[in-house]
């Protein structure tokens, strides 16, 4: 399991939201990159939240500042349109693109994008939440119901060629009450691709539930518990360990 520190950047600025809602403004985005690769995260989820909703382009310059000095794998989202733009964010250094609007819209896009640059560089990032007993598809930052099924896009997903999913629980994003066991356990049963989840993480025990549920994801992407440390990168890596997760040995 990698442990992934997410960065949702508004105007270069680090933000967090509450069930997607709401952005307060914790910093500047590069510093924070930089403090969680010194302390040995594995992988940086880098996110403009609306730049779809306000036709924003993809976070072009901030990455082009982030990669002169980070070393380690960056995935990035928001605002991902056409086959330009995720060749430009390839070649300023980008190590993955994920997809949610434009992928809905549009689901021919994920070919495309598979076709350029392969299935390890394209993850499908979905925003889901549960409403009238169906997991349902969000974008725009959890404002815009699509009204597609969760149990109808993985597979799809998966048949176009996408090499991983990175899902966020809008009911648990912000809140650290917990992971969303509910939800992986119905995402467990739909796709083989690996799996990012986001949402609701705050204590360590929150990993135990993984275990217990003999769930296995491939990424934890973190962003509260890590921006006001409640937890360090360490202590989750070293418990981890203790409850038999394998992740990263330093």
């Given at each position: ?8 950047v ?24 930089l ?37 380690i ?37 994920i ?62 994003e ?46 934890l ?30």
């Amino acid at each position: 399991m990698r442990i992934i520190a997410r960065l949702d950047v508004k105007n270069g600025n680090l933000v967090k939201t509450i069930n997607l809602e709401g952005l307060r403004k914790i910093g500047l985005c590069k510093e924070y990159a930089l403090k969680y690769m010194n302390e040995n995260v594995d992988e940086i989820f880098l996110s403009d939240p609306v730049a779809s909703l306000y036709d924003r382009e993809p976070l072009f310059d901030l990455l082009d500042s982030i990669t002169d000095d980070l070393f380690i794998p960056i995935t990035i989202s928001g605002g991902i349109r056409n086959i330009n733009n995720i060749r430009r964010l390839l070649l300023i250094g980008a190590d993955k693109v994920a997809i949610n609007t434009a992928a809905i819209s549009n689901p021919e896009f994920i070919n495309e994008a598979v076709s350029l640059c392969g299935s390890q560089s394209v993850a499908i990032s979905i925003q889901v939440k549960k409403i009238d007993q169906k997991w349902k598809c969000f974008i725009n930052n959890g404002r815009d119901n699509t009204n597609v099924c969760l149990e109808d896009w993985l597979p799809e997903v998966e048949r176009r060629g996408a090499g991983e999913i990175i899902i966020t629980s809008i009911s648990k994003e912000g809140t650290f009450k917990g992971l969303d066991i509910e939800l992986l356990r119905f995402i467990s049963s739909l796709t083989n691709l690996p799996i990012t989840y986001s949402g609701g993480f705050g204590k360590l025990f929150d990993l135990n539930d993984l275990v217990k549920e003999n769930l296995f994801i491939s990424g934890l992407a973190i962003a509260g518990t890590l921006h006001y440390e409640k937890l360090t990168i360490k202590e989750i890596r070293n418990h981890s360990q203790r409850i038999g997760i394998d992740v990263r040995k330093l």
